[in-house]
């Protein structure tokens, strides 16, 4: 089944503690798994993105964690900051069985507390 | 940054009327996405294109939907009459291949 669920739906931490949001997913033919950024009244961006040969992929303060076994992911967020107050968005997509699709999650409306 | 250019802005509709949005990908991005996120954040695919070809589409619906990706033109989407459902922020995104995609800013719709 094409579904990637998001959880959770809401998330408050202070500032400078790790963020953790998790997606999970059920369709093998997924192979790129993105997730995306959006501020209020933007379009989504493009934060950062593995696949699945990879069970980690770092990029300065985020990091991505995937376990192909479980088909779960989770973005970590270290020394979170006010700005990365945001809406964060996981995504899957399979290039060779859904021409690319992106399937995203429901969303996680991250704050940080100053 | 995204070098995705989408116009108009914002889309202010009465109930029936055409509605029209256009997309310039990146330069150098064959594959073009349309996605509509509606106000409770869900996204819906609807059509994408590489170059001037349909590599996939949900069933427009009801045909109201069109969409073209043309040779030396933008790509664009139409909805031929629109309805208050229609309301949405209408994403088009390009990408090299078929996997990392780039957001425009958007084209946000309100059918009146």
């Known amino acids: 089944q094409q579904q990637v669920r998001q959880s959770p739906q809401s998330l408050t931490v202070w500032e400078g503690e790790t963020a953790i949001l998790n997606c999970s997913y059920e369709?093998?033919?997924?192979?790129?798994f993105p997730w995306y950024h959006q501020f209020p009244g933007e379009s989504p961006a493009l934060l950062i993105a593995i696949r699945p040969v990879s069970n980690k992929k770092e990029d300065g303060r985020f990091t991505i964690f995937f376990n192909k076994r479980e088909k779960k992911f989770s973005l970590h967020i270290a020394d979170s900051q006010p700005g990365d107050s945001a809406t964060y968005f996981c995504a899957a997509s399979a290039a060779n069985y859904n021409q690319g699709k992106l399937i995203f999650g429901q969303g996680t409306k991250l704050s940080i507390k100053p | 940054n995204s070098k995705v250019i989408q116009t108009p802005r914002y889309l202010v509709k009465g109930q029936g009327q055409k509605a029209k949005m256009r997309c310039i990908p990146e330069?150098?991005?064959?594959?073009v996405f349309w996605y509509q996120q509606n106000k409770n954040n869900e996204f819906k695919f609807l059509i994408n294109?590489?170059?001037?070809?349909?590599?996939?589409q949900i069933d427009m619906t009801e045909k109201r939907f069109s969409a073209e990706c043309p040779s030396n033109s933008p790509c664009s989407l139409e909805i031929q009459s629109s309805e208050a459902g229609d309301s949405a922020l209408y994403l088009c995104?390009?990408?090299?291949?078929?996997?990392?995609?780039?957001f425009g800013p958007g084209t946000r719709l309100l059918v009146l």
């Open positions: 369709d093998s033919t997924f192979d790129y």
């Open positions: 294109f590489q170059n001037q070809e349909v590599l996939q």
């Open positions: 995104a390009s990408s090299l291949s078929k996997d990392t995609q780039y």
């Open positions: 330069k150098g991005h064959p594959v």
